[in-house]
């Protein structure tokens, strides 16, 4: 057992471990006064419960995020790339953000932000695109063809109702990757649209219909087609319709059109957005390029949690942040840091209990130059699926047992 | 007749040889042809055919014209600063940078630096546009598809992205490497691209200093261009990152810093000595994974996704006895009875830019049209050339197809069937980044700089201050320079100084080449359509549906009758047959 710094709360919090019981209730009575039909015809409780994944690609650098701005051995370790305490927002006596980052302050202060310190696992890679796969099928040092949130979703509906997991990237990510599910995957939506005349409507209509196929490949592509052809108008209408007078920031990197999504009742449980391109990969000068990072981030998430308590969503809606793994807690030569291990995880939304979770690991006893993870990541995905979204037996989700933590109001 | 062929790598008999599988050796050695093609092969010896395919430096290429440089480039240029922020400071401190001086006095000194700097940014940006489209058109017109199909493959491979790079001209380099070594030696091949000057930009290799190893080459070195995960420690990385100390770029040539190069005993992967870069590549072109790594990955992208330990260690063993010659062990595969059985033929997804270029070829261009633009075609189903999205390259098969891409397909071939040239706009005019568009709009009405800057940043606006959003230009307010003028400014003269793009839709005749091939019914014609566009069959009921709608169409059965005008309804039929999930398939 790593050896870190034991946060005040965290004892406490763990005697008052969530359970399912009761939570049915706790988000009654928020139907009503929806900002549309579609809403209002959504029913409440467990089963209208929506779970938003946000990744953060090329590994965050955790401790420039949630800074330990009383701890010297972290100004020691970072004499260039460390942030000052007068240039940090101050979210209590031991952490603060960057200064870019308003919005998780205030989301923070708000009580609706669960920090999850010293996330990581066990032999940890550091690859990107191994730790990625890694947390993306939630099978570390192992492996799987479907992701974790591809078997949460066959968990929780084991019959693929359609549209149950929404992936706005224009690759689909493995972590969403279902048996019985195919994921409804669109980046543009207004490019997520069939062009045809009239003429050739009744044609393209009969070809999209049932066919026997000859192979897996041919099986794989029919069942796409099916779920293109029952799924492009209401994308690309809901996309269409949406109107909200909040701000999603300068990189607008999916919540607005999950935000579209949800409002326009869509049957969607899980939605998986990306902050792309292995952006957070911050090795050389990273300072400014993190610092921007870090505010399109922040306000990104905070407006989508802004809008769904405007459309009166917010009971049913929580965001999960996370990144493939940390960085070396030492600066590198470049003015910027290269991979490593843990980092903290967010929980965010109305019905989160804010605080800090896990605990934050040591900066001095470092296992060659990196931190020891103190929480493993299948614990907060636990969280997520047993006790935010219900998922009655979670050890097929994420191949053993792991107890989820108290992040959600009782 | 067929049972047993998977996995026998022993060559198939002359009377094995049909249309059929002539089709399937050029869909996956190259990127799929008109009929004409396929029987021109299928009138050749199983050897012969191969052979055409492999040994293409034989076959003249003087129709592939090099690519035309806009001359946007000027040493001034190199090197070039990291990031804006460096370029501006370096001229606070120095006066100048990238060959242009700070203003003596008066507001926003830096202005011309930061100017600079995008216009190079932007400029290299577009260009990289022009490379892809320059590529695209070899790998239609090329005679040698071989060739190009493997450059496509090691680029995937040794993925470089010039969106890091920020020098078309490197990445262009870096093609020709690609396309010069295609179906050589490995070893050579791994060797050259460890000394490419993208690649070393693109790994960081300029931050790899005798003190402070980088060890991002060796990573990627190991687990994605040769070994594969599990063959090799941390530790192996971090020795061999030290062997690779001081390998660095000079412009565009391979420069070793002796300086900082770490002469000192490293062991790698077992061996111990003060080994150089060569030295840890020869290392690991040693191991059995590594020839089973690019074995397996080379059988992936051209013959099937499943491949058993077992047989991929059969394929490793025929590389490495070949000592990494590719062009011996892809005859043998593309002779084997494994590559034309039935668990291989037809089950292969095509990526896009290969939908793209058999669909050119299919279709016998002979070159790739302007309109619809080929990089903005390929980018929408999810592959830009030149940038791919991370160092492991584009992941193959079913990753292409999600319900939005598979729309995208049926679109693509719609915009070449029937290009909207109402709609099209030049993609390479369109404001890099979009917000151009509103702030030159104000500045040409006479606007400041602050209040054009204001008004896009939406700093007007309370959430977004309240936010603490567009952080970068609030710190810019003392404005040495604005960020928002530049990049306009940068935009500006790229546009101006990179060639334009010819916009020429697709000049074909369906109506020629469905008669040619002697239809005389609509039945006929949907099938000639078919047998063009498709490498597998396709269902009856989409069949029968494309008859239905062709005689509706054309009011007749009879196509002679219905010769005079049977042009679009002939297009918008093929339209529907490559809306088809068959349609994705090689």
């Given at each position: 057992m790593a050896k870190g710094i034991l946060l005040g709360e965290i004892g406490r919090r763990d005697v008052l471990r969530?359970?399912?019981?009761?939570l049915g209730g706790?988000?009654?009575?928020?139907?009503?006064?929806?900002?549309?039909e579609a809403a209002a015809s959504t029913p409440t409780g467990l089963g209208s419960r929506v779970l938003v994944v946000v990744e953060l690609s090329g590994a965050n650098d955790g401790l420039n995020t949630?800074?330990?701005?009383?701890?010297?051995a972290y100004y020691r370790a970072r004499p260039k790339l460390g942030l000052r305490p007068e240039k940090l927002r101050r979210l209590d006596d031991q952490f603060a953000v960057q200064s870019g980052m308003a919005g998780f302050e205030r989301l923070f202060k708000d009580g609706q932000l669960a920090i999850v310190h010293g996330v990581g696992y066990d032999?940890?890679?550091?690859?990107h695109f191994t730790s990625m796969a890694y947390w993306q099928t939630g099978a570390p040092n192992s492996g799987d063809p479907y992701g974790w949130l591809g078997r949460l979703a066959d968990a929780l509906d084991p019959s693929g109702g359609d549209n149950f997991i929404v992936d706005v990237e224009s690759r689909q990510s493995?972590?969403?990757?279902a048996r019985a599910h195919v994921p409804l995957t669109f980046f543009q939506p207004e490019h997520f649209k069939r062009d045809a005349t009239y003429e050739e409507k009744a044609a393209l209509d009969q070809i999209a219909g049932p066919r026997t196929a000859r192979n897996d490949a041919e099986t794989f592509l029919f069942d796409v087609a099916a779920s293109a052809q029952r799924a492009e108008m209401h994308v690309r209408e809901a996309c269409a319709a949406y109107r909200t007078p909040v701000d999603y920031g300068l990189?607008?990197?999916?919540l607005e059109r999950v935000a579209a999504l949800i409002a326009a009742g869509f049957p969607t449980r899980i939605y998986y957005v990306s902050y792309p391109?292995?952006?957070?990969?911050?090795?050389?000068?990273?300072a400014d390029n993190h610092a921007r990072l870090l505010t399109y981030t922040s306000d990104h998430i905070a407006a989508f949690l802004a809008d769904m308590a405007r459309i009166r969503r917010g009971p049913d809606v929580s965001v999960l942040v996370f990144s493939e793994f940390g960085r070396r807690v030492a600066e590198n030569a470049n003015l910027g840091t290269d991979h490593g291990t843990a980092g903290p995880c967010f929980i965010a939304g109305q019905p989160v209990r804010g605080g800090h979770y896990g605990a934050m690991p040591?900066?001095?006893?470092?296992d060659d130059g990196n931190m020891r993870f103190t929480t493993d990541f299948r614990r907060v995905y636990a969280t997520m699926a047993a006790?935010?979204?219900?998922?009655?037996?979670t050890t097929p989700v994420l191949k053993g047992d792991w107890p989820p933590l108290p992040a959600f109001q009782g | 007749m067929t049972d047993g062929w998977e996995q026998d790598l022993s060559s198939i008999s002359p009377?094995?040889?049909?249309p059929e599988r002539a089709r399937h050796l050029l869909d996956r050695a190259g990127f799929g042809g008109p009929p004409e093609e396929v029987a021109r092969l299928a009138a050749m010896t199983p050897e012969a055919a191969v052979a055409w395919f492999i040994d293409?430096?034989?076959?003249?290429?003087?129709?592939l014209p090099p690519f035309e440089h806009s001359?946007?480039?000027?040493?001034?240029?190199?090197?070039?600063?990291?990031t804006r922020p460096a370029a501006t400071r370096l001229a606070a401190e120095t006066g100048s940078a990238m060959g242009v001086d700070a203003k003596p006095?008066?507001?926003?000194?830096?202005q011309p630096v930061a100017d600079r700097f995008f216009f190079w940014l932007r400029a290299s940006m577009l260009e990289t546009r022009r490379v892809g489209n320059w590529w695209a058109d070899r790998m239609v017109?090329?005679?040698?598809?071989l060739e190009e199909k493997l450059a496509l493959f090691w680029h995937g491979h040794f993925a470089c992205s010039e969106e890091k790079v920020r020098d078309y001209r490197k990445m262009l380099a870096q093609i020709l490497l690609f396309q010069q070594h295609a179906a050589g030696n490995f070893r050579t091949l791994l060797s050259a691209v460890a000394r490419d000057p993208a690649m070393l930009v693109y790994l960081d290799a300029g931050q790899n200093l005798k003190d402070h190893p980088n060890e991002n080459f060796g990573r990627e070195l190991m687990e994605?261009?040769?070994?594969?995960?599990?063959?090799?420690t941390e530790q192996d990385i971090r020795e061999a990152a030290r062997a690779f100390t001081?390998?660095?770029?000079?412009d565009l040539t391979f420069h070793i810093d002796d300086v900082q190069h770490d002469s000192g005993d490293k062991t790698v992967l077992g061996h111990t000595g003060p080994l150089d870069g060569q030295e840890v590549l020869d290392i690991i072109l040693a191991q059995p994974a590594t020839a089973n790594f690019i074995a397996g990955k080379l059988y992936r992208f051209l013959v099937r996704d499943d491949l058993s330990p077992e047989f991929q260690d059969r394929l490793g063993n025929l590389l490495r006895s070949g000592k990494y010659e590719i062009a011996p062990f892809l005859r043998t595969l593309f002779l084997s009875r494994d590559f034309y059985n039935p668990a291989s033929v037809g089950t292969h997804i095509k990526g896009p830019v290969e939908l793209i270029v058999s669909t050119y070829r299919r279709l016998g261009l002979g070159t790739t049209p302007g309109m619809p633009d080929f990089n903005s075609a390929s980018t929408e189903l999810g592959q830009t050339l030149l940038n791919?999205?991370?160092?492991?390259g584009w992941s193959q098969g079913r990753a292409w197809i999600t319900p939005g891409s598979l729309l995208a397909r049926g679109n693509f071939a719609r915009a070449v069937l029937l290009p909207d040239v109402i709609a099209?706009?030049?993609?390479?005019?369109?404001?890099?980044?979009?917000?151009l568009r509103t702030f030159s709009a104000h500045i040409r009405a006479g606007e400041d700089i602050t209040t054009a800057s204001r008004i896009v940043d939406g700093a007007d606006g309370t959430e977004a201050q309240r936010s603490g959003m567009a952080i970068a230009n609030l710190l810019s307010a003392?404005?040495?320079?604005n960020t928002h003028y530049a990049s306009l400014k940068g935009w500006e003269e790229a546009v101006r100084r990179v060639r334009p793009t010819l916009r020429a839709a697709a000049q074909f005749s369906l109506t020629t080449l469905v008669l040619k091939g002697g239809a005389r019914s609509t039945t006929q014609a949907v099938d000639s359509l078919i047998a063009r566009f498709l490498s597998v069959p396709l269902d009856s009921e989409t069949r029968d549906a494309a008859v239905t709608f062709l005689e509706a169409e054309l009011g007749t059965a009879d196509l002679d009758r219905a010769k005079t005008y049977l042009e679009e309804p002939l297009r918008l039929t093929a339209h529907l047959i490559m809306s088809t999930p068959q349609y994705q398939l090689a």
């Open positions: 969530a359970g399912l019981i009761g706790g988000i009654t009575g928020f139907g009503a006064g929806p900002v549309n949630i800074v330990p701005y009383t701890n010297d032999n940890p890679s550091f690859s493995l972590a969403v990757r990189i607008r990197f999916g391109h292995n952006a957070f990969d911050t090795h050389v000068n990273q040591s900066l001095t006893d470092l006790t935010w979204m219900g998922c009655q037996d | 009377t094995d040889w049909t293409f430096k034989a076959i003249d290429d003087s129709n001359g946007i480039y000027d040493p001034s240029l190199t090197p070039f600063p990291p006095a008066g507001p926003r000194r830096l017109a090329t005679n040698r598809p994605l261009f040769t070994m594969g995960v599990g063959h090799y001081g390998w660095s770029d000079k791919p999205p991370t160092v492991a099209f706009a030049d993609p390479n005019l369109d404001p890099y980044p979009s917000q003392h404005e040495e320079f």
